[in-house]
T-cell receptor, first 110, second 112 residues
Framework: EDKVVQSPLSLVVHEGDTVTLNCSYEVTNFRSLLWYKQEKKAPTFLFMLTSSGIEKKSGRLSSILDKKELFSILNITATQTGDSAVYLCAVEDSNYQLIWGAGTKLIIKP | SAVISQKPSRDICQRGTSLTIQCQVDSQVTMMFWYRQQPGQSLTLIATANQGSEATYESGFVIDKFPISRPNLTFSTLTVSNMSPEDSSIYLC?????????FGPGTRLTVL
């Protein structure tokens, strides 16, 4: 059965810290891996990763995919209170079905 | 936790027709949500569906275009009516259980 596992489930850090969020997957026909940030009801798209070893970067956020070891990480450097959110990882299979992780709840303390 | 299934997983439809998407949850939940997502884009909330009451639609979405049913605590349907190519999207069902939100696998709709 396809599954996506995120860790940790929750994380509390102080402003300025760097955090690494993990997403591992077992999906039969992998197509892409997606990261989202959810603050309110509608998750905001962050990254789509399809190729192994190529880092995607947007400001203080970056992500990389390892298709051999079947995982991805999302890094946030110099965290700010506005980074507090649930970060969701989803894997899209070849049928365009999304398999979702449970999310990591990130709390940034001032 | 909550496990969500959606039917159909994908469909190709003709302009002017309607499609009803089903969402089934393996546990009773109060709040269910319907989203739309263009590939590689953020999710857009269409409406919130609570059992026993009319769905609450977000700005830009109307009941005539996206009628929703919520007959019980484990099931909901979203109909995309009078479809046009602009309705081509991924439609996602989501539920809240405890303090966690769970998402379904999505229904990929293509309108020709």
């Amino acid at each position: 059965e396809d599954k996506v596992v995120q860790s940790p489930l929750s994380l509390v850090v102080h402003e300025g810290d760097t955090v690494t969020l993990n997403c591992s997957y077992e999906v039969t026909n992998f197509r892409s891996l997606l990261w989202y940030k959810q603050e309110k009801k509608a998750p905001t798209f962050l990254f789509m990763l399809t190729s192994s070893g190529i880092e995607k970067k947007s400001g203080r956020l970056s992500s990389i995919l390892d298709k051999k070891e079947l995982f991805s990480i999302l890094n946030i450097t110099a965290t700010q209170t506005g980074d507090s959110a649930v970060y969701l990882c989803a894997v899209e299979d070849s049928n365009y079905q999304l398999i979702w992780g449970a999310g990591t709840k990130l709390i940034i303390k001032p | 936790s909550a496990v969500i299934s959606q039917k159909p997983s994908r469909d190709i439809c003709q302009r002017g027709t309607s499609l009803t998407i089903q969402c089934q949850v393996d546990s009773q939940v109060t709040m269910m949500f319907w989203y739309r997502q263009q590939p590689g884009q953020s999710l857009t909330l269409i409406a919130t569906a609570n059992q026993g009451s009319e769905a609450t639609y977000e700005s830009g979405f109307v009941i005539d275009k996206f009628p929703i049913s919520r007959p019980n605590l484990t099931f909901s349907t979203l109909t995309v009516s009078n479809m046009s190519p602009e309705d081509s999207s991924i439609y996602l069902c989501s539920v809240e259980s405890g303090d966690t939100q769970y998402f379904g696998p999505g229904t990929r709709l293509t309108v020709l």
